[in-house]
């Protein structure tokens, strides 16, 4: 039956991701902001709900469970970057506009840096994401959101006034309900759709006797990951690259500032020594390698996207070594 839920819930993210790209695309156009901000707000939320919802549920479980909160949050980013982002890539070439190299790269590897100095310091012989330090990250991605499309909404405005309404707005904007359709069907559908295939998968690889950690890092970083797959590779078949490429480095801040954030704020988020001396290498590591691909050539081009992928299945390898 595992195997039954496995292949339906990965049925039902496809079809959820093509839903919340059209959405996403349209309420772009509707709400006069570039589609790169929709893909790292409104599209990043979406599918980085996963990831909230399974690490606030292992946080709250307390005990051993409660090392897969941050497990799932590092092994997602990973795979966010190296695998998600690297599968878009072979799909269709990412162009990258310079408001990504500029902006939100930056925020990214940032927030990254932070995360990893909250884990380490602050907690003395503890390693752990505490109340203040969950507070600090939430209220940096308010911040962050509103700065985003407030910037965005005057850029727009900037350009209708400066060459005409008509001649920025090419596409065809559709009634505001059906955007809305498409937004919250996709949403759901990603969200239910991950839920079975995570659970599934999970019960399929606890029934291999693998331990709760690695199968935070490893399957439920995945699993959780699904929705970011679906829908930038989606966008990617569509040719809405800001949208691909806006919703994996904003699901990276979401899962950062927001996920990390908000679960630490309510039930703190335990880790493992291990976790800073590999994997949190790791996640900078990835994090950062990135960054000369997108500046050079302004894209992340096929061999970009094939090495992004080896360096994910390296992360595996060395993990389960």
């Given at each position: ?35 790169l901000v929709i893909g790292m707000t409104v ?51 990412i162009k990258v506009k310079k408001e990504s ?69 090419i596409q065809k904007s559709e009634p505001l ?145």
């Open positions: 039956m595992d195997y039954f839920w496995l292949i339906f819930g990965f049925v039902v993210l496809i079809l959820g991701g093509d839903f919340l790209v059209k959405g996403s695309v349209g309420l772009a156009v509707k709400a006069q902001i570039s589609k599209v990043s939320f979406g599918t980085s709900s996963p990831e909230l919802l399974v690490s606030m549920g292992a946080a709250l479980e307390g005990g051993e469970e409660s090392y897969m909160s941050i497990g799932n949050v590092i092994g997602s980013n990973i795979a966010n970057i190296a695998l998600v982002l690297g599968i878009t890539a072979l799909i269709y070439p190299i500029k902006q939100d790269w930056p925020v990214m590897f940032f927030s990254t840096i932070l995360f990893v100095v909250f884990m380490r310091f602050f907690d003395g012989d503890e390693y752990v994401i505490n109340h203040w330090e969950g507070l600090v990250l939430f209220i940096m991605i308010l911040f962050f959101t509103i700065f985003m499309i407030r910037k965005s909404r005057r850029q727009t405005k900037e350009l209708n006034s400066e060459f005409g309404e008509k001649d920025t707005v309900w059906r955007n809305l359709f498409f937004l919250i069907s996709g949403c759901l559908g990603l969200i239910y759709g991950s839920k079975w295939l995570l659970e599934a998968a999970t019960n399929i690889a606890s029934d291999a006797g693998v331990s709760p950690f690695v199968i935070g890092v490893t399957v439920l970083a995945f699993g959780t990951s699904v929705p970011e797959l679906a829908a930038s590779a989606i966008a990617a078949y569509r040719r809405q690259t800001d949208i691909a490429i806006g919703n994996l480095i904003g699901s990276n801040i979401f899962n950062i500032l927001c996920v990390v954030g908000l679960t630490g704020f309510v039930a703190r988020m335990p880790l493992k020594e291990n976790v800073l001396n590999f994997d949190s290498w790791w996640m900078l590591g990835i994090s950062f390698i990135v960054f000369p691909f997108m500046l050079i050539g302004n894209n992340i081009n096929r061999w970009k996207g094939a090495l992004l992928v080896l360096s994910y299945f390296s992360y595996i390898y060395f993990l389960l070594r």
